[in-house]
């Protein structure tokens, strides 16, 4: 099942160096979010894009940034990255992002992304 | 504030047996409580969910419960299977910022 495919699967990053993580949507959805996961934490939230305008920025630092060319593609640039930001970065995306009409997040399976 | 309580962290039973997650939610105005699996080094995939204008939901060997008086709803597995061995996350609609929040997840072991 290849619904949303993020790549790289496994990065390992110095902290001057500038990589990308990128998701496709093959659902014909229109929202898209990144989510950082980080053992013992919840899911913590940082970007979302709804028919590829951001609509939220959850107080994420500068160093990261979110690019969404169309509805079907999300990038999430890195650079000058902190040991602290390893985690598992998920990609999901959902029918649409209606005011309260919360609908299923389909989910990728994750870059793992190590910082040095 | 935004805050989904999960419990417990970890839970391990034998198969066949039934298991209880449970979470608290804070925003009294959440309308929608979904509940994931994330098998590991696989991604997390939605096996129920459940809107604040029903009290039980059930689906084949899950079920969840919501009790919005108290803030808190709870997933039951019933003749648990070493398949269900898993991180399971709760959520909730946090509708005054239009956020989902998850809960901290269980890692639930089924031994055979």
């Known amino acids: 099942e290849t619904g949303v495919t993020q790549t790289p699967r496994h990065l390992v990053m110095g902290m001057t160096n500038k990589k990308s993580l990128k998701c496709e949507q093959h659902?014909?959805?229109?929202?898209m979010y990144w989510y950082k996961q980080s053992a013992k934490k919840p899911l913590e939230l940082m970007f979302v894009?709804?028919?590829?305008?951001?609509?939220e920025n959850n107080s994420v630092p500068s160093r990261f940034s979110p690019e969404c060319p169309n509805s079907s593609h999300l990038f999430l640039h890195l650079h000058t990255l902190q040991p602290e930001d390893s985690a598992l970065y998920l990609c999901?995306?959902?029918?649409?992002?209606?005011?309260?009409?919360?609908?299923?997040?389909?989910f990728g399976e994750g870059s793992r992304l190590t910082v040095l | 504030g935004e805050n989904v309580e999960q419990h417990p962290s970890t839970l391990s039973v034998q198969e066949g047996d039934s298991a209880v997650i449970k979470c608290t939610y804070s925003d009294s105005a959440s309308n929608y409580f979904p509940w994931y699996k994330q098998e590991l080094g696989k991604r997390p995939q939605l096996i129920i969910d459940i809107r604040s204008n029903v009290g039980e939901k059930k689906d084949q060997r899950i079920a969840v419960t919501l009790n919005k008086t108290a803030k808190h709803f709870s997933l039951h597995i019933t003749e648990t299977q070493p398949e269900d061995s898993a991180v399971y996350f709760c959520?909730?609609?946090?509708?005054?910022?239009?956020?989902?929040?998850f809960g901290t997840g269980t890692r639930l072991q089924v031994f055979p």
């Open positions: 894009y709804n028919f590829k305008e951001q609509t």
């Open positions: 659902l014909g959805h229109n929202a």
């Open positions: 999901a995306s959902s029918q649409d992002r209606d005011r309260g009409n919360t609908g299923e997040l389909f």
């Open positions: 959520a909730a609609h946090h509708r005054s910022t239009d956020k989902l929040i």
